[in-house]
């Protein structure tokens, strides 16, 4: 395919020494030199993630800064055969127009109906989400997202309560659980949320059968839901967020029960977390390299992390991630070497000295 021949070409372009560390012209290295000689070139190579390996800025890029970043992600293998597309969204409700008319569309709680999120037990918000899905994929939409607004406030009705099959339920982080007659517990929003997910990928699926429904595991639906996922439902699962009782291994693995569509949506840097703070965090090498690797024993398939146009303090964290995203098995001393080597040349080791200082021992080459 396109995207194979692209990455194909890369390859071969970082085998005879050249480089794309960081977005721009100055962290550009293409070796000037007569003879090319290819040591070791696989025969075929395919990524450890082959959905997707997205890095993405949080706030955005600045515009003259967006073509530098998308240089940089094609010229590390990043992006994918599929273009995972998930926000938070209102499933096809208007906040404002609706609640006025259609109180009963909205969630229940503190005895009163607010704009917060959808009532998704709802047959008329299911019905609307229908079709806003069906009205986005016949413009061509290849994902569409039933992730709900963010933050918490879900519905407590009676229609939500009958929809997840218990009676009465209690609060565990945040959120609504319950206890059916068979002894199953239940999230009350999962149930709910990824019910309505099902329903919306029914319907689109048996019009545009290549249109997927995506949506993340967080929040107050981080728990996993009683039932299977549609085929055509994309889950990502947050690393953050995450308002269960279950490990992340342990959530990760029960959603991979559910569907064999399953991302993670990672943190990398939110600069109101870090303020690019000289900690860098899960973004030192061997702990990339850690989770990385857990991410593919698990059967992720697409890892997307949010970072920041930070590249100062978390670029070599970010590179090294891309690396391994291809190959969780590539050798992160042998990376920052030669980014130390190829990137500042006789200034190697002092800056090996100062990325030390950051990172810790294991950005030492």
Aim: charged share 20%; proline share 7%.
């Amino acid at each position: 395919t396109p995207l194979g021949v692209r990455h194909g070409v890369t390859t071969l372009l970082h085998l005879i020494g050249c480089r794309w560390f960081f977005p721009g012209d100055v962290w550009e290295v293409v070796p000037h030199q007569q003879n090319l000689t290819v040591h070791d070139a696989p025969a075929t190579s395919q990524p450890a993630f082959p959905t997707q390996r997205r890095i993405w800025y949080g706030f955005g890029s600045y515009g003259p800064c967006k073509e530098d970043y998308e240089n940089w992600m094609r010229h590390n293998r990043m992006g994918g055969p599929l273009e995972v597309s998930i926000g938070h969204s209102w499933a096809g409700l208007n906040a404002e127009k609706d609640l006025s008319t259609h109180p009963g569309w909205f969630a229940l709680g503190d005895g009163r109906r607010q704009p917060i999120t959808p009532c998704y037990a709802h047959p008329d918000v299911i019905s609307r989400a229908k079709e806003s899905a069906l009205h986005r994929a016949e413009q061509g939409a290849g994902m569409i997202s039933m992730t709900p607004p963010d933050g918490l406030g879900y519905c407590e009705c009676e229609k939500c309560l009958a929809a997840a099959g218990v009676q009465e339920v209690y609060e565990e982080k945040g959120c609504l659980f319950g206890k059916r007659d068979d002894g199953t517990v239940v999230n009350v929003t999962s149930e709910t949320v990824f019910g309505l997910a099902n329903e919306v990928a029914k319907a689109v699926s048996a019009k545009y059968p290549d249109t997927l429904i995506g949506c993340y595991a967080y929040s107050a639906y981080s728990h996993p839901p009683s039932f299977k996922l549609h085929p055509n439902v994309y889950l990502q699962t947050t690393t953050a967020y995450r308002r269960t009782p279950l490990s992340l291994e342990e959530q990760v693995s029960a959603y991979g029960e559910k569907t064999k569509q399953l991302g993670i949506r990672e943190y990398y840097s939110v600069y109101q977390w870090d303020w690019d703070y000289p900690d860098p965090g899960k973004m030192t090498p061997d702990t990339l390299q850690h989770d990385l690797s857990q991410f593919r024993q698990w059967g992720v398939t697409a890892v997307n992390g949010e970072a920041s146009n930070n590249w100062a303090a978390r670029g070599l964290g970010y590179y090294v991630a891309a690396r391994l995203m291809w190959d969780v098995k590539e050798d992160t001393n042998a990376i920052v070497k030669d980014f130390y080597e190829k990137a500042f040349g006789p200034a190697a080791k002092p800056m090996e000295r100062y990325f030390v200082r950051w990172y810790g021992p294991s950005a030492a080459a």
